[in-house]
């Protein structure tokens, strides 16, 4: 979400700073106004000065490599339970018992891979991250911050971008090249109206 910015005093001269009172305030806070101290003080990714508080509730838009590096685990941990069955078969071809693994082969790509897209779709409605985006410390939101409902994730997010290269195989090439716009947004997410975001705003 966008911080609302209004101009700040260009100096805080004997101000003190709103979390520390006996501290002198370096700057003033964009989002909140208040004053900030040495320790308090920070500068956001769109290169504006906040307070400590206010920077860990803003939104600043995920890097592009580390959605991809997110996306890349997602893809492997889904395809696990694929890789499972393909060995047990070959194990099971090797030693003349490929009939009875076949089926459970089936059992285990199609079991396994239902479990963990479901799993996955649990963990990105509750708290907006899969594992990939876990790992990389971002994180799925609507355009104004709020929650993705699992609905928004699953059929818009998801289902209807499938359905659409089944019919245009050249869709997820166009999805991914969005992604290179200035508000890194794929195409997927204009159909959601989501962005990824990340966890925290830290100082620089």
Known sequence: MEPSWTEPPVQPSGAQCAQHPTRTARTVCSRCGSYACRQCQRVGEDGLEYCALCV??????????????????????????????????????SGGSADWAMGLALLIAVGGTLAVSAYQLVLISQSGQSLGK?????????????????????????????????????????????????NRRCLHDMIADTKVVKTHAGPR
């Open 56 to 93: 860990s509730k803003l939104d600043f838009l995920a890097e592009r490599s580390d959605r991809f590096w997110a996306n890349l685990v997602d893809t492997f941990v889904l395809g696990l339970p694929m890789l499972a069955a393909m060995v047990l078969v070959l194990l099971a071809s």
């Open 134 to 182: 876990r790992m990389r410390n971002i994180r799925v939101v609507r355009s104004d911050g709020s929650p993705v409902s699992l609905g928004r994730l699953l059929f818009l997010r998801n289902v209807i971008p499938s359905a659409i290269n089944t019919a245009c195989g050249l869709f997820n090439l166009v999805d991914i090249l969005f992604i290179f716009q200035d």
